[in-house]
């Protein structure tokens, strides 16, 4: 049974660098789609990153282009989210995700195809 647990998170100030981890048991990280998603308070979760398997092909959501970068360890089967130049708009619980079939381009973003998720880590950034 395939199990993703995050680490990483904490409280930070805007402009502030974090790393998120993702380690992946009972599978091999480089035959997934490994995304992050994070849910702020009230909010929808909504999608962050993702990089697929083989190609290790990466899209980002809009707003953290530029600033996050999604990249993962086979040896370790972790993946991992660097978040530079934070803002207090990234405040939320973010999430590992993990889809074992084919996804498709369109549905990447979407947090309902994805099979298994991590329990979150909590990441706050105060101005």
């Known amino acids: 049974q395939v199990q993703l647990k995050e680490s990483g998170g904490g409280v930070v100030q805007a402009g502030d660098s974090l790393r998120l981890s993702c380690k992946v048991s009972g599978g091999i990280v480089n035959t997934y789609y490994m995304g992050w998603f994070r849910q702020a308070p009230g909010k929808e979760r909504e999608f962050v990153a993702i990089i697929s398997p083989s190609s290790g092909s990466i899209l980002y959501e809009d707003s953290t282009k530029g600033r996050f970068t999604i990249s993962k360890d086979n040896a370790e089967d972790s993946v991992y989210l660097q978040m530079d130049m934070m803002k207090p708009e990234d405040t939320a619980v973010y999430f590992c995700?993990?889809?074992?079939?084919?996804?498709?381009?369109?549905?990447?973003?979407?947090?309902?195809?994805?099979?298994?998720w991590g329990q979150g880590t909590q990441v706050t950034v105060s101005s």
């Open positions: 995700a993990a889809r074992i079939t084919y996804l498709h381009h369109s549905f990447k973003s979407d947090p309902l195809k994805y099979n298994v």
